[in-house]
């Protein structure tokens, strides 16, 4: 089995809350410190960030969706609320897929169901040139500010500066990685509609990735979810509002557990 290197607090019911692309559980420090008053909650890196290494120079969403199902197992946990993040929300779909029996609570955050586009699949192939040519930490530079709302970029200064850190300590070969499991994941709408527990789903006005109709069409499509798009805010709610985020989750967790 893969070493998952992982952070729990608290107690009570698991909430497994899984980090976006370049980033590592440290981005949940303030959620996990909150939400650890009443459940028992871990924040994992994915396999390739953070502490936990990535093994394979190849990797798709299932491979992960795979390894975590098996850190569950070694975890005692049989039910779960998934809190899956950009990146981590495409894990999570997949976990979904997958491993439904895992699932008690789903929460998508600034995340989509859907597979790239044509363009968008483009775009990634466009990274992964640029990456090998430059590197990541040229990259890096414009990539972790480009996830908050311009207007929020003063405000969250330490914040971005937390993001950069942590997409510069990605190895590259992660980062290629990751770029082209993105870049061929599968189409997930109709998991994202069928999903049996109530779900929740957080998007921001302002994010540049996932816009705000991708997140109102996720919301309409379900009867049982808890939908909110985020005034003014980008792609990155859980720094750019933590006060309206947390009162969000603890709002959805109260409510499925």
């Not at 909650?41 to 798709?60: E, K, M, N, V």
């Not at 994010?207 to 049982?224: M, Q």
Request: aromatic share 10%.
């Amino acid at each position: 089995m893969q070493a998952i290197n992982f952070k729990v607090k608290g107690e009570g019911f698991p909430v497994i809350l899984i980090h976006g692309f370049c980033e590592n559980l440290e981005m949940w420090n303030d959620v996990q410190y909150h939400l650890s008053a009443q459940y028992k909650t871990y924040a994992l890196d994915l396999p390739g960030f953070g502490q936990s290494p990535l093994l394979t120079d190849s990797i798709s969403l299932e491979n992960v969706a795979t390894i975590i199902k098996e850190w569950c197992q070694k975890q005692g946990i049989t039910e779960a609320v998934f809190i899956g993040h950009s990146l981590g929300g495409y894990v999570s779909l997949a976990i979904a897929k997958l491993y439904p029996e895992l699932i008690k609570g789903f929460g998508l955050i600034h995340s989509t169901a859907f597979a790239d586009t044509e363009e968008g699949k483009v775009n990634r192939d466009k990274v992964i040139a640029f990456i090998e040519k430059h590197g990541h930490e040229k990259w890096i530079e414009t990539f972790a500010p480009s996830l908050f709302a311009k207007e929020n970029l003063a405000r969250c200064e330490k914040d971005v500066e937390l993001i950069r850190q942590m997409g510069i300590n990605t190895s590259q070969g992660s980062i290629i990685a990751y770029t082209q499991a993105m870049r061929d994941r599968k189409d997930r709408f109709e998991v994202w509609k069928s999903i049996a527990p109530h779900c929740l789903l957080i998007g921001g006005t302002e994010d540049i990735r996932i816009g705000p109709a991708v997140s109102e069409e996720h919301i309409y499509a379900r009867e049982k979810v808890d939908g909110y798009i985020l005034s003014g805010i980008g792609h990155m709610g859980m720094f750019e509002d933590r006060n309206q985020f947390m009162v969000i989750l603890e709002k959805y967790l109260g409510k499925i557990t």
